[in-house]
């Protein structure tokens, strides 16, 4: 079982970020860098859990939704590879460093 704190803890950054950022700066790109990363993150969760299933897209609930949708696709790929025997440390360093590249972009 991977220990996936590294992971909610950078999750949780970013996700505060977003939600601390003025409308200027969602609307700027920040809200659509969250939203790729929620997508991504989310895609990566499915995969893991329903490997035999075409993954769903996280639809586009609005800037001020991002941060929400950051936190809880994040939580759900924890999640899987807390419990999927599929899953590697080098998977976790990858969602850790998506969110990373992402919160760099963005802000």
């Not at 939600?19 to 995969?47: D, F, I, K, M, N």
């Not at 639809?59 to 999640?79: H, I, Y």
């Amino acid at each position: 079982m991977l220990d996936v704190t590294p992971l909610l803890a950078a999750v949780d950054r970013f996700a505060d970020r977003l939600r601390a950022a003025p409308e200027s700066r969602l609307r700027r790109g920040a809200a659509a860098e969250g939203l790729a990363l929620a997508r991504e993150l989310s895609l990566r969760a499915q995969r893991l859990e329903t490997p035999d299933h075409e993954p769903r897209e996280m639809p586009d609930a609005g800037a001020f939704a991002v941060a929400d949708q950051v936190s809880v696709a994040g939580r759900d790929l924890a999640e899987a590879l807390r419990s999927t025997t599929a899953a590697s440390p080098e998977m976790l360093d990858e969602a850790v460093g998506l969110i990373e590249k992402a919160a760099q972009q963005a802000f």
